[in-house]
């Protein structure tokens, strides 16, 4: 029995601490004024009672009535009740009629004005909420309504009154006030009474908010729920915890707090806490606190907090469940005829159904949980350790956060503290986890079933709050309405203490004399339950096969029956398979069997077997195998030994040493736990309890189990049922057997792990000191309860580290480590003090003479002949490469490419290999041979270039191979190789560290000299410049000497150079060399300042300089465009509209652009270094590609300067600040050089020569509008083509598309001829300064919409006739800007000019992306989320998105140009997207860029000589060591590599081209990317060659390469190369993300060879594996070759037909003994041949090329190289369909195959014959018939029918003649010969002179023989 109240007492406004700003109140009385015994009055009370605070009120308030909950300092609740009303404050009341000012008294009793707040308070222990407002109700009833109730007697009732422990009993009592009241008592006192609680706070929050909040709180995160309602924010904290039982919440909990207590949230604890919404705003300030508002409905989870979720698919069916409990019309709501529903579940059903499904899923979460429970001791007390490792590892949840952080949680520390014991009472939930578990899994997608079983749950649960459904009448009086508004109440009475005390103790003294009610207590034994099963029902892996399991059994047996060729043959198929779990217990199994007493003596071979396959079981020994592999080795380390000597013994446990798991306490604290209670276990097994086993037998009367099945759970129960009838001395001897066998367990575990602890080699402690500090110093695995242990948190270790750092000797180490293992376990166990110090004691000396025994063990051990290693293998070097050092003897590991170690699909096993990593002065290489002999004797190279290493990390391996490693370390190659090694034993760390040291010295080397491109094979040049000027200074010098002098003088500044005026008279130097000045009054110039520096005539150096520069591929593309030739501004013709000039051929008028470059033709030198002002690095906009048919340019430039043009656009009044006159003449001259590049673009009138109107209504995407189907194609791709944030809508019609630039609406403005006044007297720019209508026009947004097409709508005031006018129309220039720096752009409707705002990735973005790219290509690790596949990851890195964005702006860019339009790209600074996208745009419409030689000219024009961050955006110096790598240039390879895939047959070059530039461009072995600009190559002196000093020639240029290895061999031709003839078209790909590829040049790996893009090594390596297989006298019997992935080079093994027929060619000739021919022309004359087939026959048409079919294609090659070639074939009249693919003639296959010439043809070939009297050469197909004696020609080889013949019966001689006049290109002096007949002269030319001789001998015996 108890009390019902523990106190009362009445709380008032303290009227005497008025000054304060806050109000506060005090205890007016208590009762009783003496604290009870058991429970201490409970401070701050009046804090609580007003939450808000205690304010004054000038009105009556309603009482209000809640409930605070206090814990004291012994976590024990006391329940506050509180009921608060207001009255008359009578201190405050004269005050203010003083204040008022009365003038007389009237006598009348004026009404209160100010009222003051008053609580009644009852605390109590128990928690009755609606049983105290009854009585507090009572009381303010009868003080209210005066009823004629004396309070004492009430109160003293309220302390007399006693309420029934638990058990479903009824108490009815009296206050003595008329009241009848009944208090219901719960069935079981351990669960929650929530009556609607839980039901309301769902319905104020909703299922995924509550649920949010539950992991919330079951992952200790702090709360805070806000509500302006106290008794809100009290039952929603009581909802809560209630929902996470059968956990207890452990934490702070304090449902309403008051004000003051504030400070109390930024407490580091999790808690739950209530807060009014007045205090909104501070709780919001709050960075790791969830917030719940009641009130509105919502939470708020921060940024910071990660909140964790339940496994699926627990969430998704708890989910499930409330959706169907809360909302049950849910599932029926779309049904036409919904079933009948019953009458919906009142609230407090709804609120134990709700609680129910929690039940189920806790009962589920915890399923099998006892299983894993550990009993350390039975008596006194049951001392019980959780195996946390166990149950995450069975449950298959090892990687769920949630359930991890669960179980760490102190919820569940005391959960395992409660119901952890096996004998005491039980619950609903006890039942529930150990019946209804696979109830509730069978349920699982039946709604019917789980609502059935949730509504019984809920019936039990709600039996529990009202046993007794028939409940007895209750009667408490409440006061009369409106009571609390009468004008008169006098304020509450002061009730009298001493009477009050009287009755209490009289009423004390009756109940003393009354036996106290003592509840019985029920205990039982707990049901075990199920055991621990997975949360997913996976079937066994079929890595774990029968098969398997069967090769390590064999492999095992095979050892100790000395079967060593056996043993060798299965070993490494035992060892792969002990990747398995089950595989490892198998081991175990078999070793075991092999162990006779404790000992098993082996041989040195069986012993290092046995090892090794100890090591490859430890390898991923893991806590998801819940330690069972590495307890379970344990005894068996200790038991197999070998030999060494007479009294020398080496164990198995000196060689499996080198795990973690023996450095992690955890292990050694869940594997002693365990053997401890099966000590315990066997200790009760025993005779001696026997009769206490038959004793309990009877009294249950349940069948008893056998001792061998008997769990030590059940033991324990029988045991701790009868430890009360057990005599004193009986239970002191339980005691101490139990304490003995936990102190002897302890001494075997303290030797135990010095056996594993101290090294063989005890100078080497790599375990504990390099073991994770988490690993060792975490703590105890479990929960452990004890009293003698104390509580969970005192149990683990605080400090900070386990190893002084100045005492790292190994004993000592070992011994602070045993020592606090023991320390820890010991004391949980309740071992005796005693015992404890004598362990301390045992522990060094046990360490001294183990280290004493293992230096014998060591001594002799060094003395066994050595494991025989593998041969380091050297790897071939490229010419001028040297080694750096000597190799590292390693093992490659392998790394998250899985096909290298064997691969989901199954496979050799390449990886791991073993062999030595090389550091070189250009790669990095391994080299090696696989570890599994079955393999093969395969040689594994790995390697890339150490300019391209990108990361480099220390790491830790290990490898199952062998023991013996030390350390690891991973590099990472922008190439997007990996390498993965662990250094072997020989390593030292010192190695390494040297090996670190010079691969950092060459990755960053000081000079672009010292890099491998100049330093192979010669000395890095010294660059010493002449000190004085001589009569032959080079460009360089010259250049440098300017420089200078500038910066001396002052009057040069980087970027903007400020030079002397002089006359503008500058040399012209044309094709004829003559000279002539600029015009100096050009039209165009407006003033003469700032000029450069020139001179009358051009000195010698100048000349050198500038025949050089005409020479570089810029000036060779703009000759081939047509760009004009080098001339200023009026010297030329006026129908140029551009020229070239030479004004930056000293790089001082922007340093990153060539020398050359193209402008409008009538601006003068002397102002573009005024414009370049107005632009990034003086990037001023230049032309760079013209469009051969609508001449339409696009040019590029920088970004714009804030003072630039960008500066007038967005300054409404720029005449209000006077500007600079620099600054103003910039402008200007700005100004004007748009105005010139506007009147120089041609528009759409000037376009092919015909008069087309402006505003024509049907442009189309391309000017072809003869060609329907390209106009249908391009409408379909038009949404491919428009930029995503343009926010575009694409109507039907293609005129509407992106480039119809229909329906655009300017905006009129009502000043007409003021503008047109200005813009004819100012010019057109001068406009945008002063025209109104400037600010009037649309937004940049609106720019883009008209760009895709969008409709604006029509300003109010616009005049319809101008409107029409200007409804289509297209702009003549297009400037293609930053969106930052377009944003509020406006146009003048006169300008015939767009600005479209662009976004692009920056390259901060582009670095993020490739990161992740390289992460997804080339993993370090193999990933356990399956989910995250490899496209996942590569749509995660963004990268493919930014090809896409990149891709559009190109398209959408060549389309303007192919409409007529000039587009000018000004983005960044010019140098990273500006050159992607220009080049790009180029490439789509030009066709000679996508030959070799015009994407050579194409990267050499934009990517070199205009500029890009080569060295630095590829982190090639030490100055961008830490500025990361940038692909910019990779990307444009891989949208030229996608265009490339969509349109093969429109490339000379294949995909290897790419490739090859894609690995070299970072490689540093090639000069050519090593520098930014032009002119940092010529300030380093690698740009220009010196033609009359061939020795300074230095370095190696990439295209040299290139054309060397293309005259070789077919290696970046495509043999599919046929471009479309006719009018050139551009090509329009596909650039949606779907039909964008992956490049395989980002996971494609060569592991033979290593990188292909070596050409030189690759043939090298070739060419001797040719000559060993000729070597080699066996005859092969098939020519099959097995390809392995990621090993072999497809290309190499199996190249295309066209290919190998090359190569057969090249093969005869030389057994032939010919002269090889080189590829070429073979190649030339095939196409030639093709090219001129006439086919008579009409009903023939020529064979083509099928591009839907590339197989065909190599078919037909294969077939017919020989015969007639494979070349182009005549063009079909029909234009190129949608994907790029040539349309034309087909022939039938079966022609292919006809037969030829029924004659005989003794001798056939290809004969180039000149025909009679001037006409040309022409190849013809000759045959040389012996029978017929004849020498036919044909039109082809296929042809049956000859055109001609010549009887060699008349031919009189055939010799050798001189080539003549139109002989065939490429043709051979020597293959030329005459047949002289006796009529006339035939002309004969051959391919060689050998084929020659041979034609000619053949006629000759012809003739001979006639």
Not at 234 to 262: D, Q, T
Request: charged residues 25%; hydrophobic residues 35%.
């Amino acid at each position: 029995m108890t009390r019902l109240a523990d106190y009362f007492v009445v709380v008032g406004y303290d009227s005497e601490k008025t000054g304060s700003v806050e109000g506060s109140g005090k205890i007016i009385q208590r009762f009783p004024r003496k604290d009870w015994d058991d429970a201490p009055f409970p401070q701050g009370i009046e804090l609580f009672c007003q939450p808000a605070g205690w304010q004054l009120s000038t009105e009556r308030k309603q009482p209000t009535y809640f409930v605070v909950v206090l814990t004291d300092i012994d976590s024990d609740r006391h329940y506050c009740a509180c009921l608060t009303f207001h009255e008359a404050e009578i201190n405050l009341q004269g005050c203010k009629r003083d204040e008022i000012g009365e003038e007389e008294d009237t006598g009348l009793i004026q009404p209160a004005q100010v009222f003051a707040p008053k609580s009644l308070v009852l605390v109590s222990q128990l928690d009755y909420p609606e049983i105290f407002k009854a009585c507090l109700g009572l009381i303010y009833t009868v003080y209210v309504d005066s009823l004629n109730v004396n309070l004492e007697n009430v109160i003293s009732n309220l302390f007399t009154c006693l309420v029934p422990v638990a058990g479903g009993s009824q108490k009815l009592f009296s206050l003595g006030a008329g009241d009848r009241q009944l208090i219901q008592t719960p069935l079981y006192d351990g669960l929650p009474v929530t009556s609607t609680s839980v039901a309301l706070l769902f319905q104020q929050l909703g299922i995924q908010q509550v649920f949010s909040l539950f992991c919330a709180v079951l992952t200790e995160n702090k709360i805070i729920f806000h509500s302006t309602s106290h008794q809100r924010l009290g039952e929603a904290s009581r909802a809560l915890e209630s929902l996470i039982f059968p956990l207890k919440y452990s934490y702070p909990y304090i449902p309403i707090l008051p004000a003051r207590l504030l400070e109390v949230l930024s407490s580091p604890t999790p808690f739950i806490i209530g807060v009014h919404s007045i205090f909104h705003s501070e709780i919001h300030e709050l960075l790791d606190v969830i917030i719940a508002d009641l009130d509105g409905g919502t939470i708020k989870i921060p940024e910071c907090i990660h909140l964790s979720q339940l496994p699926e698919p627990l969430l998704h069916q708890t989910q499930e469940a409330l959706s169907l409990v809360i909302h049950p019309d849910l599932e029926v709501a779309d049904y036409a005829f919904p079933p009948v529903r019953t009458a919906p579940s009142n609230l407090r059903m709804l609120d134990k159904e709700i609680r129910a499904v929690f039940l189920r899923l806790f009962a589920q979460l915890f399923q099998g949980y006892r299983s894993c429970l550990q009993l350390i001791r039975i008596h006194p007390e049951p001392v019980i350790h959780f195996h946390k490792a166990a149950f995450l590892g069975q449950r298959g949840l090892v990687e769920n956060d949630f359930l991890t952080k669960v179980l760490d949680g102190m919820a569940f520390a005391g959960f395992v503290s409660e119901r952890g014991p096996p004998y005491r009472s039980c619950d609903l939930f006890d039942d529930l986890v150990a019946f209804d578990v696979e109830r509730i899994k069978s349920e699982e997608g039946i709604p019917p079933k789980m609502l059935k079983h949730i509504r019984e749950l809920a019936e039990q649960l709600y039996k529990n709050e009202n046993p007794n459904p028939h409940m007895a009448f209750q009667k408490v009086p409440k006061p009369t309405e409106g009571s609390h508004m009468r004008v008169h109440v006098p304020p509450f009475p002061k009730i009298n203490e001493d009477k009050v005390e009287t009755l209490l103790q009289e009423s004390l003294a009756k109940h003393l004399n009354s036996p106290p009610a003592v509840r019985v207590e029920k205990k039982c034994i707990v049901p075990a339950g199920p055991s621990v099963v997975s949360i997913m029902d996976r079937m066994g892996s079929i890595f774990n096969s029968a098969r398997r399991l069967e090769v390590v059994r064999n492999c095992i047996s095979y050892i100790f029956e000395n079967k060593v060729l056996e043993t060798e043959k299965t070993l490494p198929a035992a060892l792969r398979a002990l990747k398995g779990r089950v595989a490892r217990q198998c081991l175990i199994e078999e070793l075991s069997l092999h162990v006779q007493q404790n000992r098993a003596i082996l041989d040195h071979q069986q012993f290092d077997y046995i090892v090794r396959m100890m090591n490859c079981a430890l390898q991923d020994c893991s806590a998801s195998e819940e330690y069972y592999i590495a307890a379970t080795l344990l005894p068996l380390t200790t038991a197999f030994y070998r030999k060494l000597a007479i009294g020398v013994n080496q164990f198995a446990y000196t060689c499996v040493q080198d795990h973690h798991v023996w450095a992690n306490q955890q292990f050694w604290e869940a594997t002693f736990y365990n053997d401890v209670q099966s000590q315990i276990r066997a200790l009760y097994l025993t005779t001696r309890n026997e009769s206490f086993l038959s004793n309990f037998k009877q009294k249950d009367k349940d069948p008893l189990p056998t001792e061998q099945e008997k769990r030590v759970m059940d033991i324990a129960a029988e045991q701790l049922r009868l430890w009360p009838t057990l005599h004193k001395e009986k239970q002191q001897e339980l005691e101490k057997g139990e304490e003995n066998t936990v102190f002897s367990q302890a001494i075997h575990y303290a030797q135990l792990m010095v056996y594993l602890l101290v090294p063989l080699d005890t100078s080497k402690n790599k375990l504990l000191r390099n073991a994770a500090t988490g690993d060792w110093e975490s703590g105890s695995n479990s929960f452990v309860t004890n009293s003698i242990a104390g509580s969970v948190a005192e149990s683990y270790d605080t400090e900070s580290g386990f190893e002084d750092a100045e005492n790292n000797d190994v004993a000592n180490a070992v011994i602070r480590f045993i020592t606090r293992f023991i320390d820890k376990v010991c004391t949980e166990s309740g071992v005796t003090q005693d015992h404890i110090k004598n362990l301390h004691c045992m522990i060094p000396g046990i360490v001294a003479m183990h280290i004493e025994t293992l230096e014998a063990v060591h001594r002799e051990s060094r003395r066994l002949p050595p494991i025989q290693k593998p041969k380091i293998l050297r790897p071939a070097l490229l010419p001028g490469e040297e080694f750096v050092g000597e190799g590292l003897r390693v093992v490659l590991d392998s790394d998250g490419r899985e096909e290298a170690s064997g691969g989901p699909l199954g496979g050799p096993h390449i990886l791991p290999a073993e062999g030595a990593l090389f550091l070189t002065t250009y790669r990095i290489i391994f080299k090696g041979t696989p570890h599994d002999p079955l393999v093969g004797e395969q040689t594994i190279v790995r390697s890339f270039p150490i300019a391209s290493m990108t990361k480099e990390k220390k790491i830790s391996i290990q490898i199952q191979l062998q023991q013996n490693t030390q350390e690891g370390l991973q590099i990472r190659s922008s190439t997007f190789q990996i390498i993965k090694v662990a250094f072997d034993e020989e390593v030292n760390s010192e190695m390494v560290e040297i090996f670190k040291k010079h691969m950092v010295r060459f990755r960053y080397p000081q000079s672009i000299f010292t890099t491998f491109a100049f330093a192979a094979g010669q000395n890095a040049p010294q660059i010493i410049l002449p000190k004085q000027k001589e009569k032959n200074t080079s460009f360089r010098t010259l250049s440098k000497n300017i420089v200078r002098s500038a910066k001396k003088a002052g009057k040069m500044t980087i970027g903007r150079q400020s030079t002397v005026k002089k006359k503008p008279v500058v040399l012209t130097i044309d094709e004829r060399g003559n000279r002539s000045g600029w015009n100096e009054e050009d039209e165009v110039s407006a003033s003469d300042d700032g000029e450069l520096p020139t001179s009358s005539t051009l000195k010698a150096s100048e000349k050198s300089t500038m025949e050089q520069l005409v020479e570089r591929a810029c000036f060779r593309d703009y000759q081939r465009l047509g760009l004009g030739t080098i001339g200023a501004g009026s010297s030329r013709s006026k129908t140029e509209h551009f020229r070239i000039t030479a004004a930056n051929r000293m790089y001082l008028l922007c340093r990153s652009y060539p020398g050359l470059l193209v402008v409008p033709q009538p601006v003068p030198d002397s102002s573009l270094q005024k414009v370049a002002r107005c632009y990034r690095h003086n990037r001023l906009p230049v032309v760079c590609w013209k469009h051969s048919k609508t001449k339409a340019v696009l040019l590029r430039s920088g970004g714009f300067h804030g003072k630039g043009v960008v500066g007038l656009f967005k300054s409404p009044n720029p005449h209000s600040a006077a500007p600079t006159s620099t600054e103003s003449s910039s402008s200007i001259e700005q100004e004007k050089y748009l105005q010139a590049l506007l009147n120089a673009v041609p528009s759409l009138s000037k376009m092919n020569g015909c008069n087309t109107p402006t505003g024509h209504p049907n442009i189309m995407l391309s000017p072809d509008t003869a060609t329907d189907k390209r106009s249908s194609r391009a409408s379909s791709a038009v949404k491919q083509v428009v930029p995503t944030h343009l926010d575009v809508h694409l109507p039907n019609s293609f005129t509407r598309g992106v480039l119809g630039y229909r329906d655009k609406l300017f905006t009129q403005s009502q000043q007409k001829s003021t503008v047109k006044g200005r813009v004819f007297n100012q010019g057109m720019w001068a406009s945008l300064r002063s025209s109104s209508r400037f600010n009037a026009q649309f937004s940049t947004t609106d720019v883009g919409a008209r760009l895709a097409g969008k409709e604006s709508p029509v300003t109010a005031g616009c005049d319809n006739s101008l409107q029409n006018q200007l409804l289509k129309r297209q702009a003549a220039l297009y400037l293609f800007g930053e969106k930052s720096q377009l944003r509020g752009f406006k146009l003048d409707l006169a300008l015939n000019c767009e600005l479209i705002p662009v976004d692009y990735c920056d390259v901060r973005q582009v670095k993020a992306s490739f990161k992740k790219l390289m992460r997804a290509c080339a993993p370090s690790r193999v990933s356990n989320d399956t989910d995250m596949t490899l496209y996942r990851l590569l749509g995660e890195s963004e990268w493919l998105l930014q090809i896409h964005r990149i891709l559009q702006l190109a398209v959408v860019i060549a389309e303007l140009l192919e409409s007529g339009s000039s587009v000018m790209v000004s983005l960044e600074d010019g140098m990273d997207i500006t050159t992607q996208v220009v080049s790009l745009a180029q490439l789509l419409c030009d066709p000679f860029y996508r030959t070799l030689e015009g994407f050579k000219i194409l990267i050499e024009k934009e990517w070199l000589s205009f500029g890009h961050k080569f060295s630095q955006r590829s982190n090639l110096t030490p100055n961008s060591q830490g500025s990361g790598f940038a692909p910019v240039f990779l990307q444009f390879l891989d949208c030229v590599h996608q265009i490339h895939h969509q349109y093969p047959m429109e490339f000379e070059f294949n995909q290897y081209y790419l490739k090859f530039l894609a690995y070299h461009y970072v490689s540093n072995r090639y000069k050519t990317f090593l520098l930014d600009s032009d002119y940092e190559r010529i300030e380093h002196g690698i740009l220009f060659e010196d033609k009359i000093d061939k020795q300074s020639k230095r370095g190696i240029c990439i295209w040299e390469c290139i054309d060397r290895i293309h005259k070789k061999g077919p290696v970046f031709f495509s043999y599919m190369y046929s471009p479309e003839e006719g009018e050139k078209y551009i090509l329009r790909p596909c650039i949606n993300i779907s039909a964008l590829k992956k490049w395989d040049y980002y996971i494609g790996e060569t592991l033979s060879s290593g990188p292909s893009y070596e050409w030189d090594m690759v043939n090298a390596k070739t060419g001797a594996s040719e000559e060993l297989e000729q070597m080699d006298g066996s005859v092969p019997q098939t020519h099959r070759k097995v390809v392995w992935p990621c090993y072999d080079n497809v290309s190499k093994v199996q190249p295309d037909a066209i290919t190998k027929l090359l190569e057969e060619i090249g093969r005869l000739e030389n057994e032939l003994n010919q002269s090889l021919e080189q590829w070429k022309p073979i190649w030339d004359r095939v196409k030639v041949c093709h090219k001129e087939e006439v086919i008579p026959e009409p009903t023939r048409v020529a064979s083509s090329l099928m591009a839907s079919n590339v197989q065909s294609f190599q078919r037909r090659s294969m077939l017919h190289l020989a015969d007639s070639g494979i070349g182009e074939n005549d063009r079909s009249t029909t234009t190129s369909p949608s994907n790029g693919v040539n349309t034309r003639r087909a022939a039938t296959l079966y022609n292919q195959f006809s037969s030829k010439d029924v004659e005989n043809r003794s001798f056939e070939g290809v004969l180039y014959k000149r025909g009679a009297l001037l006409k040309g050469w022409k190849p013809r197909w000759f045959v040389l018939d012996i029978t017929k004696h004849q020498l036919r020609y044909y039109d082809s080889g296929e042809d049956t029918n000859p055109r001609g013949f010549i009887d060699l019966a008349e031919v009189e001689s055939v010799l050798p003649a001189s080539s003549t006049l139109g002989a065939p290109k490429h043709s051979n002096e020597k293959a030329f010969f005459d047949l002289k007949t006796n009529k006339r002269v035939y002309n004969f030319c051959a391919q060689d002179a050998q084929i020659a001789q041979q034609w000619m001998d053949k006629i000759q015996n012809c003739i001979s023989d006639a």
